[in-house]
């Protein structure tokens, strides 16, 4: 129960502030940051490159067939023509792909720095399914907005955006608290808690989405909604289990038992500092995950204190 929750195998956070550091070791994140820079100079390649099959791959281009002019999606970026063909994979294969060269910077400056510590957490399986479930997710967001609207947002859609604001999305949601050090414009320091950083990227893509000419146009703010939604979705229902909200909305009749209510003053009195009841662990590991560490009280905290060497012992 207690040593399987990852709060319990992690170090308290910095009170300080989260700061970069930039140690490189193999991980999936750094393999993740070698494929995106690996297929961005391919896509170079091929733009230099008279392989008619080499260039398919990425672009898309108009083709004669036998009622005139048709229209090839190519293969990799994400298209809603592309899925029309049955190209289901392009969910995964547009998220290695990058428009630019400070297109891919930024992509990867994020996923570096959110994506080494969420690994780290969340072990590499679990990591692998929030970075492809988060793209996937995105792309699917994105291709419904082109159905829709498809003067707005039609079109190829490149990038590993979904993925990186997927990860911002979850890690805002473990560690709501942490203060984190950004540079606007990579020169304005600026200092935010994670679910600051959370609130503005889901703004800025609701408005860049209600106003898709005006606001980056070029944009794929669908896909980054569609990312945080599955960080979101990852975080609280897969890794926390946290149905509630659905069970309430199936099952409305049904009441969940009321929990008997304990005075704080009561509680101490007839506790020591060294014990504990094993029903109050996880409702304290809940508290930190949705408000962070620095949200419990001295009671909670001797409770955890006393779980830690209870551990340790068995």
């Not at 979904?162 to 020169?187: D, K, S, W």
Request: glycine residues 8%; aromatic residues 14%; hydrophobic residues 45%.
């Amino acid at each position: 129960m207690l040593e399987d929750r990852d709060y319990m195998r992690q170090p308290e956070y910095n009170d300080s502030g989260w700061r970069p550091s930039f140690r490189l070791r193999w991980s999936w994140t750094l393999i993740f940051l070698i494929s995106y820079l690996l297929m961005y100079l391919l896509e170079l390649f091929s733009q230099h490159t008279h392989f008619v099959g080499l260039k398919d791959l990425f672009n898309a281009r108009d083709v004669l067939t036998k009622d005139g002019v048709g229209y090839f999606p190519g293969y990799l970026p994400l298209s809603l023509e592309g899925l029309e063909h049955g190209y289901i994979w392009q969910l995964i294969s547009y998220q290695f792909l990058h428009a630019g060269w400070l297109h891919l910077f930024m992509n990867s400056w994020v996923i570096y720095m959110f994506g080494r510590e969420l690994e780290d957490l969340l072990g590499g399986k679990r990591f692998l399914a929030l970075m492809f479930s988060s793209g996937a997710v995105g792309g699917v967001f994105q291709s419904l907005a082109a159905l829709l609207w498809p003067g707005y947002f039609g079109g190829p859609v490149v990038g590993a955006s979904a993925c990186a604001f997927g990860l911002v999305a979850a890690y805002a949601l473990i560690y709501p608290e942490r203060e984190l050090q950004l540079l606007v414009f990579f020169v304005i320091p600026v200092r935010l808690r994670a679910k600051t950083l959370l609130l503005v990227s889901v703004v800025i893509a609701v408005t860049g989405f209600a106003f898709p000419k005006e606001i980056m146009p070029h944009v794929a703010h669908m896909a980054h909604l569609g990312g945080m939604a599955m960080g979101w979705f990852f975080v609280r229902k897969i890794m926390q289990g946290d149905w509630s909200r659905l069970e309430g909305f199936l099952h409305p009749a049904e009441k969940k038992q009321a929990r008997p209510v304990r005075l704080q003053n009561e509680t101490v009195e007839n506790k020591g500092a060294g014990n504990y009841d094993e029903s109050e662990v996880d409702p304290i590991l809940d508290k930190i995950s949705a408000h962070g560490i620095k949200s419990l009280t001295a009671r909670e905290r001797e409770i955890l204190e006393a779980a830690r060497k209870q551990m340790k012992r068995s």
